[in-house]
């Protein structure tokens, strides 16, 4: 069995040295894996909710936001060398399929083969709608991006 562990880099708190310091640890552990998901936009009311907190809302310290999981995974492969890093998940969606494909295997090339692309649509109505598209078809630009991705 493998272990990994999953983590929400949430800025001001996730410094430099503490995502270092985690990352480095982890490795140290013996922990095959660190986790990340990704959110672009954050928003007080969800019509969904979150599932992980009682009030719904995600939850994020005053004036803080999620970090980028493409870039937080670049800093922790340049300080690691054996854990790898999975993403949980990226909203396929909401990127670009070009740059998307462009991105992951850069890092995939760079972290020496460590990256597991984990994917997803999304739960966040609002989150999709400030992405500039409508709640209804994030599964199929997920099947059209998905496409694009393996023809590159």
């Known amino acids: 069995m493998k272990v990994g562990v999953f983590s929400t880099f949430m800025s001001p708190l996730a410094t430099p040295k503490m995502i270092m310091d985690f990352g480095k640890r982890a490795e140290s552990m013996g922990l095959d894996s660190i986790w990340m998901g990704e959110h672009v936009a954050l928003f007080d009311k969800n019509t969904y909710g979150y599932p992980g907190s009682k009030d719904g809302r995600i939850p994020v310290p ?56 984990g994917i997803g649509v999304g739960w966040n109505k609002e989150e999709v709608e400030a992405c500039g598209y409508r709640w209804e078809d994030r599964g199929k630009r997920c099947d059209e991006f998905l496409e694009v991705m393996r023809r590159l």
Do not use: H
């Open 62 to 117: 005053p004036g803080g936001g999620m970090l980028d999981v493409t870039a937080t995974f670049g800093f922790l492969a340049a300080a690691t060398s054996k854990v790898r890093f999975g993403t949980g998940v990226a909203l396929v969606p909401q990127r670009n399929p070009i740059y998307t494909a462009k991105e992951m295997c850069t890092l995939d090339w760079l972290s020496d083969g460590r990256l597991d692309f």
